[in-house]
């Protein structure tokens, strides 16, 4: 990865940021000061461009509003351009209000000033889907502006952040990639007594926990809002707890809380070993260990799941520590995302849907039985760039179902779509639609990326959908190749099942050509949609 800086500071101190990035190799490079209009008009090879200004610069002293509000419109122009001519992510930052007031009435003025501009910046990003806007402003409200800021640092190095606010800064520019680049964690595995609530309910009863509008009970209550809020934005939740699960169940009945039964993708409510249950609960819901996060108030759960799962990350929750639960929740590692896709927010849905489908394949009496029942209809489009952010998001994320674990960003898909064919395939049956859940990437007479979420596996829809590409390829003789990684053996033979001729074995990469033109035989129906 590739991080470029530029701003009316310097922007050395940042580069530490890299250290808070979980990539192999970061690169860190820094423009020179005040060349913020030079880099933006310019090209870039980076993945990340940042651009730091301080309020001064659009505020500078003999300025007037106009002519402020004016050089952020061109401010916002360059950032357009440069995000339609570039594939970089572009990351912005909010501008901190004043904080001195001599002229009560020139204070006001300037406040509204500084939201106006702080504005302009956000309805920006929201028109560019490529630019992210790092909060600074609201860092340093956290941080003080006595303790974040030093006028003399700034006259006299350019450099106006104090060693106080560096830290949390760093934080929020690392927040922000990581938003873009790293993979959300799909799934949190909840304790409940003295975590969803206080007191234990087998012992409390269901009306002794506590969780309700007065103190302690109203700070369970707001955390759990606090995760409602992360289940609408996509992330699936799990509870694994050592208690009777009559017990459990009748808390969730009988008790007015914002968590409900249903609110839970996978429930395991027992005595067996949490290790034991969160391998349960992985299968089920057919993802990595590795994409869970643990949280238990006892330490003895999380070391016992730590033993077994040393990838799983955990977190100890105490109330204390959790009463600002938004503040305690954005903590966490990588439950966060930049924008939500329309399949994010259905997951919990097509979870429950899922179930369903199980249960009838359970009484199925054939596997071709099972795909007739479901009605599935396999919607294909080609070069859709309204569905960038998805296709990207699941070129980042599949790992198992994944021919080569070739990661795209966005810009990087736009540029496959201008150089080649990008395939996106959308599954709905008769239970419900799961989303777009597949991928493939066609490029210069190659299949250089095919991938699909495994939830949903197991109706021959992957067969149809690469025959599929085969049939629309401009050249049906394309190569293509199977690269292993620890997560994708799955997949080994998936190209040789399709009668692809195997024409070269490399180590872990084995390469293939597809020389043919016959007509396939589709299990599914497969229809193109623009």
């Given at each position: 990865m590739l991080i470029e800086?530029?701003?009316?500071?310097?922007?050395?101190?940042?580069?530490?940021?890299?250290?808070?990035?979980?990539?192999?190799?970061?690169?860190?490079?820094?423009?020179?000061?005040?060349?913020?209009m030079?880099v933006?008009l310019?090209?870039?090879?980076?993945?990340v461009l940042?651009?730091?200004l301080t309020?001064d610069?659009?505020?500078?002293?003999?300025r007037?509003?106009?002519?402020?509000?004016?050089?952020?419109?061109?401010?916002?122009?360059?950032?357009?351009?440069?995000?339609?001519a570039n594939r970089?992510?572009?990351?912005?930052?909010?501008?901190?209000a004043p904080?001195?007031?001599?002229?009560?009435?020139?204070?006001?003025?300037?406040?509204?000033?500084?939201?106006?501009?702080?504005?302009?910046?956000?309805?920006c990003?929201?028109r560019?889907?490529?630019?992210?806007?790092?909060?600074v402003?609201?860092v340093?409200?956290r941080?003080?502006?006595?303790?974040a800021?030093?006028?003399?640092?700034?006259?006299?190095?350019?450099?106006?952040?104090?060693?106080?606010?560096?830290?949390?800064l760093?934080?929020?520019?690392?927040?922000?990639?990581?938003?873009?680049?790293?993979?959300r964690?799909?799934?949190?595995l909840?304790?409940?007594?003295?975590?969803?609530?206080?007191?234990?309910?087998g012992?409390?009863?269901?009306?002794g926990?506590?969780?309700?509008?007065q103190?302690?009970?109203?700070?369970?209550?707001?955390?759990?809002?606090?995760?409602?809020?992360?289940?609408?934005?996509?992330?699936?939740?799990?509870?694994?707890?050592?208690?009777?699960?009559?017990d459990?169940?009748?808390?969730?009945?009988?008790?007015d809380?914002?968590?409900?039964?249903?609110?839970?993708?996978a429930?395991?409510?027992?005595?067996?070993?949490?290790?034991?249950?969160?391998?349960?609960?992985?299968?089920?819901?057919?993802?990595?260990v590795?994409?869970m996060?643990?949280?238990d108030?006892?330490?003895?759960?999380?070391?016992?799941v730590?033993?077994r799962?040393?990838?799983?990350?955990s977190?100890?929750?105490?109330?204390?520590?959790a009463?600002?639960?938004?503040?305690?929740?954005?903590?966490?590692?990588?439950?966060?995302?930049?924008?939500?896709?329309?399949?994010?927010?259905?997951?919990?849905?097509?979870?429950?849907?899922?179930?369903?489908?199980?249960?009838?394949?359970?009484?199925?009496?054939?596997?071709?039985?099972?795909?007739?029942?479901l009605?599935?209809?396999?919607?294909?489009?080609?070069?859709?760039?309204?569905?960038?952010?998805?296709?990207?998001?699941?070129t980042?994320?599949?790992?198992?179902?994944?021919l080569?674990t070739?990661?795209y960003?966005?810009g990087?898909?736009?540029a496959?779509?201008?150089e080649?064919?990008?395939?996106?395939?959308?599954?709905?049956?008769?239970?419900?639609?799961?989303?777009?859940?597949?991928?493939?990437v066609v490029?210069?007479?190659?299949i250089e990326?095919f991938?699909m979420s495994?939830?949903?596996?197991?109706?021959?829809?992957?067969?149809?959908?690469?025959?599929?590409?085969v049939?629309?390829?401009?050249?049906?003789?394309?190569?293509?190749?199977?690269?292993r990684?620890?997560?994708?053996?799955?997949?080994?033979?998936?190209?040789?099942?399709?009668?692809?001729?195997?024409?070269?074995?490399?180590?872990?990469?084995r390469?293939?050509?597809?020389?043919?033109d016959?007509?396939?035989?589709?299990?599914n129906?497969?229809i193109?949609?623009?």
């Amino acid at each position: 990865m590739l991080i470029e800086f530029v701003g009316n500071v310097i922007t050395q101190p940042f580069g530490r940021l890299a250290r808070l990035l979980p990539q192999q190799e970061v690169k860190v490079a820094h423009h020179g000061i005040d060349q913020t209009m030079q880099v933006l008009l310019g090209a870039s090879a980076a993945d990340v461009l940042i651009v730091h200004l301080t309020p001064d610069h659009f505020l500078s002293t003999g300025r007037d509003d106009a002519a402020a509000v004016a050089l952020m419109q061109a401010h916002c122009d360059a950032i357009e351009r440069f995000a339609a001519a570039n594939r970089a992510v572009i990351v912005v930052n909010t501008l901190a209000a004043p904080v001195h007031r001599l002229v009560g009435s020139d204070h006001i003025a300037r406040l509204r000033l500084t939201a106006r501009l702080n504005e302009m910046l956000l309805a920006c990003a929201e028109r560019t889907g490529r630019v992210s806007i790092a909060d600074v402003a609201g860092v340093l409200a956290r941080q003080g502006h006595d303790k974040a800021i030093s006028a003399a640092n700034a006259a006299m190095m350019r450099m106006p952040y104090t060693s106080h606010a560096l830290p949390a800064l760093l934080d929020e520019y690392a927040r922000v990639i990581r938003e873009r680049f790293v993979v959300r964690k799909k799934v949190l595995l909840l304790d409940a007594d003295n975590t969803l609530w206080g007191g234990v309910v087998g012992e409390d009863g269901v009306e002794g926990i506590q969780v309700d509008d007065q103190y302690p009970g109203i700070l369970f209550r707001n955390f759990q809002a606090e995760l409602m809020a992360l289940r609408a934005s996509g992330l699936l939740l799990a509870l694994v707890t050592k208690n009777n699960e009559a017990d459990v169940r009748e808390a969730f009945d009988k008790r007015d809380m914002p968590l409900r039964w249903d609110s839970f993708a996978a429930i395991r409510a027992n005595w067996d070993p949490k290790s034991a249950n969160i391998a349960s609960i992985a299968e089920q819901l057919n993802v990595g260990v590795d994409s869970m996060l643990f949280i238990d108030d006892n330490p003895v759960e999380i070391a016992e799941v730590a033993a077994r799962f040393p990838q799983l990350a955990s977190r100890q929750f105490d109330i204390r520590e959790a009463a600002d639960a938004a503040a305690w929740l954005a903590a966490l590692p990588d439950v966060g995302t930049w924008s939500p896709s329309t399949e994010d927010l259905a997951k919990s849905e097509q979870y429950r849907q899922e179930a369903v489908r199980q249960e009838l394949a359970a009484a199925a009496t054939s596997i071709e039985d099972y795909i007739a029942s479901l009605g599935i209809v396999v919607e294909a489009g080609i070069n859709r760039a309204d569905h960038v952010k998805r296709i990207a998001q699941l070129t980042n994320k599949t790992n198992q179902f994944n021919l080569t674990t070739r990661r795209y960003s966005e810009g990087d898909i736009l540029a496959a779509m201008d150089e080649g064919q990008v395939f996106d395939f959308r599954v709905r049956d008769r239970f419900g639609d799961m989303g777009i859940i597949a991928v493939a990437v066609v490029r210069g007479g190659e299949i250089e990326a095919f991938l699909m979420s495994c939830r949903a596996l197991g109706r021959k829809i992957e067969d149809d959908i690469i025959k599929y590409v085969v049939s629309k390829a401009p050249d049906p003789r394309l190569t293509a190749c199977f690269i292993r990684t620890e997560k994708n053996p799955m997949v080994a033979d998936f190209y040789d099942r399709m009668g692809f001729s195997l024409v070269g074995n490399d180590n872990a990469v084995r390469r293939y050509l597809h020389d043919n033109d016959d007509d396939y035989e589709l299990t599914n129906e497969v229809i193109e949609v623009s």
